[in-house]
């Protein structure tokens, strides 16, 4: 028996070892960094556990640029999630087959490299592109919106919607498809079967999908750097500036622990609402 | 990049230094020189491993940045002797010091500003100027603009427009300024600070490379001015709106321009009033590197007109080298694009702000927010 235990410990010995070299001893790290200086002339980092970069992020540039980061993070979630609840019911609606097919219709993208799927929407929304041709044969009116922060959300959207879709097909997929029969039964119309019915049955999906597509959209910076035109700035790309351009690391650093202390904060109000969210 | 206990700036032996010299003292050298040194060596005195150039030097450098020929020429008239570029050059001050201070290159191409650094933080190799004398065709501005290693091209930052598409001439950029309301979202800038503010405080009549608060404060307010009016700052084809026309007005790179005119001949280029900002580019050696009379000889010899001609023919860019004109494709030698003539005496060069790098950063990240 403590022979299996000793075991059962032994497995966990490299996922722990794993976790513990890259993922907490570089946040160690970065917490470290952040409370260091910097010379910008020659790259010398002093630890004298100064709070400088935190009082320096309280500027209303960062500030401003967090807000706006914060907004287009949850835009993005917000439009993930109408269009991605609907299209999984849809999904677990379908013959199995026909499911399977709609499945692989939602991940091929993801074989595709991120980079290529960005720089294409830069094709289709720009000027005389397709979007935009098709507007203007349609209503007269060209569409321009490559550049604009309405860019960025579609290219966000886009990128994140797969990450949204599954966990609620997954919540639904599980879901006795007798319970749509017998709402319908008792004479609920498609709506109402869907806001009592499939809506509270998909609420663990989807919370699993906010969190999933809302915190890296928090901190996208490649989607704004290509589809925002470099007018739209977000803090992710102030980080990655930081880091690559300006080589200030504990600055950088700071601005990174900041982000990671605002979405645990979001986590946590989500984690105290979600019970209430379940018991409706 | 920055780590604390990395003492190779202060030309300390680190210990990937010592592993690397001695890698290449007890195994790196083919076996003919090693026969040479206990020979005697060669009449010139022999090539004891300080001095040989006989192994691979590495260099961090853009994809296809270097002549078609030139290092397999080099390699082949230097048996034992290899070049071997990894083609991740950074563009910014800061990723091309991280990649110098990695211990994986022995040479690298850099512009003025992040060699500027580099040299401050201390990990660029002083060369000898002895064993690189074509230095000598190399013009004396781009030599004085970039001392520290051996200049290779640079670029000037000036205005590509659609005279057919604006319906008047662009002369200044002032001009930009005055029209970009008139032509709003059709008006593009370059994502690079030092280009575009540099390009700014020219319009604004102040040095490309001023650190002085007010002017840059006065280069934020002019650039969140016309910001509403841009379509993109864009860091790659820049210009390539000017092409179909959704761009009328580009602050473009010199050989951007051109290129897109070949494909657009409506494109003009103009050489502003005020004056244009320019960077430089060039080889810088590194301190650690085991390999310095390797990168030396292989330095010289891509400064043979006919080899630097090579480069140039290779990558169309404007040339720091008046000896090579004779080799160099008529397309690039009689193009007034990237040969200004006289007008190169009106041409800022950019070089290392030092401190001012943080203002600069910070106005840049302001421009960029409003």
Redesign the interface.
């Known amino acids: 028996m403590r022979r299996h235990r000793v075991l059962e410990r032994l497995l966990v010995v490299p996922t722990a070892a794993w976790t513990l070299v890259f993922f907490v001893a570089p946040l160690v790290l970065i917490t470290v960094f952040s409370f260091g200086s ?1 010379n ?8 004298g556990w100064t709070a400088s970069n935190y009082s320096a992020f309280s500027g209303s ?1 960062y500030l ?2 967090l807000l706006r980061s914060l907004g287009l993070s949850l835009g993005t979630t917000l439009g993930c999630a109408l269009l991605g609840l609907p299209l999984a019911y849809f999904i677990t609606r379908q013959r199995p087959g026909i499911q399977r097919l709609l499945l692989a219709g939602v991940i091929v993208p993801f074989w595709t490299s991120f980079l290529v799927r960005t720089y294409s929407w830069v094709n289709l929304l ?3 592109g397709p979007i935009d041709r098709l507007a203007h044969g349609l209503t007269g009116h060209h569409v ?1 919106v ?2 604009t922060p309405t860019s960025i959300a579609i290219g966000i959207v886009y990128s994140y919607l797969p990450l949204m879709v599954l966990p609620i097909y997954v919540a639904l997929e599980r879901v006795n498809p007798d319970l749509y029969d017998a709402a319908a039964d008792l004479g609920a119309r498609p709506w109402r079967q869907f806001r009592r019915v499939v809506l509270p049955l998909a609420r663990p999906g989807l919370i699993a999908g906010i969190i999933i597509v809302g915190v890296p959209a928090m901190g996208e910076y490649v989607i704004p750097e290509i589809l925002g ?3 739209t ?1 977000m803090i992710g ?2 980080i990655v ?1 930081e ?7 504990p600055f950088g650093s700071a601005l990174a622990v900041s982000l990671m202390v605002v979405l645990m904060i979001l986590l946590f109000a989500l984690r105290r609402v979600q019970p209430a969210f379940e018991a409706r | 990049m920055a780590g604390v206990s990395d003492n190779t700036g202060d030309g300390a032996l680190s210990r990937r230094a010592l592993l690397r010299q001695g890698a290449a003292l007890g195994l790196g050298l083919p076996p003919a020189v090693a026969l040479l040194d206990a020979c005697g060596g060669s009449s010139s005195g022999g090539t004891s491993p300080k001095n040989s150039i006989a192994g691979t030097a590495v260099m961090s450098n853009y994809p296809s940045w270097m002549g078609a020929h030139v290092i397999a020429e080099f390699e082949r008239q230097h048996p034992g002797s290899k070049i071997r570029q990894i083609t991740s050059a950074s563009s910014s001050i800061a990723g091309t010091v991280q990649q110098l201070r990695s211990g994986t290159y022995d040479f690298a191409l850099a512009d003025a500003s992040a060699t500027g650094q580099a040299v401050a933080v201390g990990i660029v190799a002083p060369l000898d100027w002895s064993k690189i004398p074509n230095i000598k065709f190399v013009s004396q501005s781009f030599r004085s603009g970039f001392p520290h290693g051996i200049p290779t091209d640079y670029g000037k930052v000036g205005i590509g427009y659609r005279p057919d598409l604006v319906g008047e001439k662009i002369s200044s950029w002032h001009d930009v300024w005055r029209l970009a309301p008139k032509f709003s979202g059709k008006v593009v800038f370059i994502d690079i600070d030092r280009d575009c503010m540099g390009s700014t405080l020219k319009y604004l009549g102040f040095s490309a490379n001023s650190a002085v608060p007010s002017q840059l404060s006065a280069c934020k307010d002019a650039l969140v001015s016309i910001k509403p009016h841009l379509q993109a700052f864009l860091n790659t084809n820049v210009g390539q709106g000017l092409q179909d026309g959704s761009t009328v007005i580009a602050m473009d790179w010199d050989y951007d321009v051109a290129l897109n005119k070949q494909k657009q001949p409506k494109i003009e280029w103009v050489f502003p009033s005020e004056g244009m900002v320019a960077y430089i580019e060039g080889w810088i050696a590194v301190k650690s590197s085991p390999r310095l009379p390797l990168v030396e000889t292989f330095m010289n010899y891509a400064l043979e007109p006919r080899q630097y001609a090579d480069f140039v023919n290779t990558t169309g860019t404007a040339y720091v080298e008046p000896a090579a004109t004779a080799f160099v494709a008529k397309s690039i030698a009689d193009n007034p694009v990237l040969r200004p003539g006289h007008a190169i005496a009106d041409v800022e060069y950019e070089h290392f702000l030092g401190q001012a790098t943080a203002l600069w950063t910070n106005i840049w990240q302001e421009v960029k927010a409003a």
């Open positions: 910097e910008l002339v020659t790259f010398r980092i002093s630890f540039l401003a640029t720009q000027s005389q321009e490559l550049y035109g470099g007018k700035l790309n102030i500036n880091f690559l351009d300006v080589g200030n690391y």
